[in-house]
């Protein structure tokens, strides 16, 4: 099943949005604005209508700096350092995820979408 | 005063001791559904003997040890309205002769997991926009006596936890609070008064179980709301003097 129809009406009901507006590259802190309060109530309702188990670090992509900053420490490459924490995420979504960062966070509707399809209860962290 | 519950499902942490039964009883007669864990098989023989048809219903729940928490997963997976929380063991030592071990345990038992539980309990909460949270503390928290080092720090600790989650998720529909009870005629208060025998000078400074319960309802229903990120005191004036 499909679970973008469920995060646009779970994001369009907590951020009080149009779900039309929200397309899977839209950015949910850059342009929905969502704070950590939102993103907190977001990861909530995802595991109770989607029924599974989330882990808000992984799935709101909060360490991505921190997972950078110990690449560069250790000598492992970034892409790597990021497709190891996120095993969800493909690599040429990973790859756009480094290229973005300059601009700010780059966390996307479509990045909530992977987690739902690849991280089944049995296996994400609470 | 009739008082008023929007939510319907109670959880009450340690609630095979003298305030939690009474506040069981208070909260069936109201008409709210109940869940009382027990940390010991006295607790759970108290309950199941105070009240027959929670026999059986009881979940285990030790602050001590992190994996008893799944005990809880079917009620927080079907929704929770209210947490009462009177889990927390007695540990008196002097801190500069206190062990290593003691240390890590106690504070992991009543910082870092009582964080845990309340995570996934406000989580469960978060859902449907609405809870309560009403933590049990002790003017311990502020006066500590010789010896209550432990358990003093640990209450206070517990306050900051109850008012940070009153103070994030409020706009969210959930409200929290710490009532800091002085000497009860139960529990170590009551072992307190045997060993010293002080229960004819301290008389007029005793909470009664009655009067604990009774407040802990008020507290939980809808009139009481405003009480939150905050701690409020009872101890019947004890802790208002300067020299007792």
Same mark, same amino acid.
């Given at each position: 099943?499909?679970?973008?129809?469920?995060?646009?009406?779970?994001?369009?009901?907590?951020?009080d949005?149009d779900?039309?507006?929200?397309?899977?590259?839209?950015?949910?802190?850059?342009? &929905?604005? #969502?704070?950590?309060?939102?993103?907190l109530?977001?990861?909530?309702?995802?595991?109770?209508? &989607?029924?599974? #188990?989330?882990?808000?670090?992984?799935?709101?992509?909060?360490?991505?700096?921190?997972?950078?900053?110990?690449?560069?420490?250790?000598?492992?490459?970034?892409?790597?350092?990021?497709?190891?924490?996120?095993?969800? &995420?493909?690599?040429?979504?990973?790859?756009e995820?480094?290229?973005?960062?300059?601009?700010?966070?780059?966390?996307?509707?479509?990045?909530?979408?992977?987690? #739902?399809?690849?991280f089944?209860?049995?296996? #994400?962290?609470? | 005063?009739? =008082?008023?519950?929007? $939510?319907?499902?109670?959880?009450?942490?340690? $609630?095979?001791c003298?305030?939690?039964?009474? =506040?069981?009883?208070?909260?069936?007669?109201?008409?709210?559904?109940?869940?009382?864990?027990?940390?010991?098989?006295?607790?759970?023989?108290?309950?199941s003997?105070?009240?027959?048809?929670?026999?059986?219903?009881?979940?285990?729940?030790?602050?001590?040890?992190? /994996?008893?928490?799944?005990?809880?997963a079917?009620?927080?997976?079907?929704?929770?309205? *209210?947490?009462?929380?009177?889990?927390?063991? @007695?540990?008196?030592?002097? =801190?500069a002769?206190?062990?290593?071990? @003691?240390?890590?345990?106690?504070?992991?038992?009543?910082?870092?997991?009582?964080?845990?539980?309340?995570?996934?309990?406000?989580?469960?909460?978060l859902?449907?926009?609405f809870?309560?949270?009403?933590?049990?503390?002790? !003017?311990?928290a502020?006066?500590?006596?010789?010896?209550?080092?432990?358990?003093?720090? !640990?209450?206070?600790? /517990?306050?900051?936890?109850?008012?940070?989650?009153?103070?994030?998720l409020?706009p969210?529909?959930?409200?929290?609070?710490?009532?800091?009870?002085?000497?009860?005629?139960?529990?170590? $208060?009551?072992?307190?008064?045997?060993?010293?025998?002080?229960?004819? @000078?301290?008389?007029?400074?005793?909470?009664?179980?009655?009067?604990?319960?009774?407040? =802990?309802?008020?507290?939980?229903?809808?009139?009481?709301?405003?009480?939150?990120?905050?701690?409020?005191?009872? @101890?019947? $004036?004890?802790?208002?003097?300067? *020299?007792?």
């Amino acid at each position: 099943m499909n679970p973008f129809p469920t995060i646009c009406s779970i994001l369009a009901e907590i951020l009080d949005l149009d779900p039309a507006e929200i397309t899977p590259e839209t950015y949910v802190i850059r342009t &929905l604005k #969502a704070e950590s309060i939102d993103l907190l109530e977001i990861g909530v309702a995802m595991q109770h209508r &989607l029924g599974i #188990a989330v882990d808000d670090d992984l799935l709101f992509l909060k360490n991505v700096r921190i997972i950078l900053n110990r690449a560069g420490r250790d000598n492992v490459d970034a892409l790597s350092a990021l497709k190891s924490e996120y095993p969800y &995420l493909s690599e040429p979504r990973v790859q756009e995820i480094l290229d973005d960062l300059p601009a700010g966070p780059v966390l996307q509707v479509r990045d909530l979408v992977a987690y #739902a399809q690849g991280f089944p209860a049995a296996t #994400a962290g609470h | 005063m009739k =008082l008023d519950f929007r $939510g319907k499902t109670v959880l009450i942490l340690g $609630g095979g001791c003298s305030i939690g039964l009474a =506040l069981t009883n208070l909260l069936l007669e109201e008409g709210l559904a109940v869940t009382a864990t027990h940390a010991s098989e006295d607790g759970k023989a108290a309950i199941s003997r105070r009240f027959p048809e929670l026999a059986g219903k009881s979940p285990w729940l030790d602050l001590g040890d992190k /994996a008893s928490q799944t005990s809880l997963a079917p009620l927080l997976e079907s929704g929770v309205d *209210y947490l009462v929380d009177l889990a927390h063991a @007695d540990h008196e030592v002097l =801190l500069a002769a206190a062990g290593e071990t @003691d240390m890590d345990a106690y504070f992991q038992a009543h910082v870092a997991n009582r964080l845990l539980l309340l995570k996934a309990v406000t989580r469960s909460m978060l859902a449907r926009r609405f809870g309560r949270l009403v933590h049990l503390s002790s !003017t311990a928290a502020a006066m500590p006596a010789p010896g209550q080092g432990f358990y003093g720090a !640990t209450k206070r600790a /517990a306050e900051g936890l109850y008012q940070s989650l009153a103070l994030e998720l409020g706009p969210r529909g959930i409200s929290s609070l710490s009532l800091r009870l002085g000497l009860v005629d139960a529990g170590r $208060g009551e072992r307190f008064l045997d060993k010293t025998d002080r229960r004819q @000078d301290l008389s007029q400074k005793i909470v009664t179980v009655e009067q604990a319960a009774g407040t =802990l309802l008020f507290l939980l229903s809808d009139q009481a709301l405003a009480l939150t990120c905050t701690t409020i005191t009872m @101890d019947a $004036g004890l802790t208002a003097q300067k *020299y007792a």
